[in-house]
């Protein structure tokens, strides 16, 4: 399950998958300035790198730790390179995701320690590191004001890379698409996570069914941020753990047979499902540069989401 599902060796090697330790150079060069808090790195490439992974010890890990690995670093900019970290903050951190199932796909994670809101520079942690192990794990373990502070960080950092991603759709494709935001109903690595992904799905890394239903927004497996902030707000700790223990059959929708989420037209197979999605875009680009021809903007105002 998660990021990338598969019956096969070399498909579950990318399964929930972190970048690599050590990430290939960027497509283009990286601003000189190292990542920091609310400052993320510009000037590159918001599509993750390609090409051949140099060799490292700092992160010589088990592939399901990698994420814990990632968010207990000290000092994220100076341990980790530009290819794999997207910025961070005193309470997150976002990286690129190794094996994208879009033209866009981050991961966005709690750091650890977790400080104190009041007292970010704090060393101290206010959720223990076993309580981050899963979205499970945070919401029926924690305090309220602990899994509120930890999610509305993940959401804050979600927020600025989804508009990260906004202003690179529009520099390199002249219009902007569909963003979900959300954590899988079981996911397979350590370390709650969340998924920054574009609607697109168009990547070579999206192979099997499991790894396209794994992120179907309609489909239940993929569990939108909005709905975890709706069961911390709305609910007490009873509610939320039937909002959790109704996940544990979520398994059993990554076998849905095919179809696209955008029109509901049914596919036999993930290679015509692709060439669906790839139309399904195109559609939505001529679309999308036609109002913007005729308008001056593709959205009749800022709250005008997709």
């Given at each position: 399950m998660g990021n990338c599902l598969s019956s096969t060796q070399s498909d579950s090697e990318e399964e929930e998958s972190p970048p690599p330790a050590t990430s290939p150079p960027p497509l283009t060069a990286p601003d000189p300035t190292p990542t920091s808090s609310r400052q993320p790195t510009r000037g590159r490439s918001l599509r993750y790198y390609t090409g051949k992974s140099r060799s490292s010890d700092v992160f010589a890990m088990k592939p399901l730790d990698a994420l814990r690995s990632y968010a207990t670093v000290h000092h994220p900019p100076h341990s980790l390179p530009a290819s794999t970290l997207l910025m961070s903050t005193p309470h997150t951190l976002a990286i690129f995701d190794a094996y994208p199932k879009a033209k866009y796909h981050f991961l966005v994670l709690p750091r650890y320690p977790f400080p104190p809101r009041s007292n970010p520079e704090s060393r101290s942690s206010i959720v223990k590191l076993d309580h981050l192990?899963?979205?499970?794990?945070?919401?029926?373990?924690?305090?309220?004001?602990?899994?509120?502070?930890?999610?509305?960080?993940?959401?804050?950092?979600?927020?600025?890379?989804?508009?990260?991603?906004?202003?690179?759709?529009?520099?390199?494709?002249?219009?902007?698409?569909?963003?979900?935001?959300?954590?899988?109903?079981?996911?397979?690595?350590?370390?709650?996570?969340?998924?920054?992904?574009?609607?697109?799905?168009?990547?070579?890394?999206?192979?099997?069914?499991?790894?396209?239903?794994?992120f179907r927004p309609d489909l239940g497996f993929f569990i939108s941020l909005i709905d975890v902030q709706h069961w911390i707000e709305d609910g007490d700790d009873q509610s939320i753990r039937q909002h959790i223990e109704s996940l544990d059959s979520a398994e059993a929708l990554l076998d849905t047979p095919l179809m696209c989420f955008k029109c509901d037209?049914?596919?036999?197979?993930?290679?015509?499902?692709?060439?669906?999605?790839?139309?399904?875009?195109?559609?939505?680009?001529?679309?999308?540069?036609?109002?913007?021809?005729?308008?001056?903007?593709?959205?009749?105002?800022?709250?005008?989401?997709f």
């Open positions: 192990d899963s979205l499970r794990t945070l919401l029926l373990k924690t305090s309220a004001d602990v899994r509120e502070q930890v999610i509305g960080a993940l959401a804050d950092t979600a927020q600025e890379v989804e508009e990260m991603i906004r202003d690179e759709m529009i520099k390199t494709e002249g219009f902007e698409w569909g963003i979900n935001i959300g954590f899988h109903a079981i996911p397979s690595m350590k370390h709650v996570h969340l998924h920054v992904i574009s609607e697109d799905r168009m990547s070579d890394k999206l192979k099997t069914k499991k790894h396209y239903n794994s037209e049914p596919e036999h197979n993930m290679p015509s499902l692709k060439k669906h999605l790839e139309k399904e875009y195109e559609k939505e680009k001529k679309t999308a540069l036609k109002r913007i021809a005729e308008r001056g903007r593709q959205r009749s105002s800022d709250e005008d989401m």
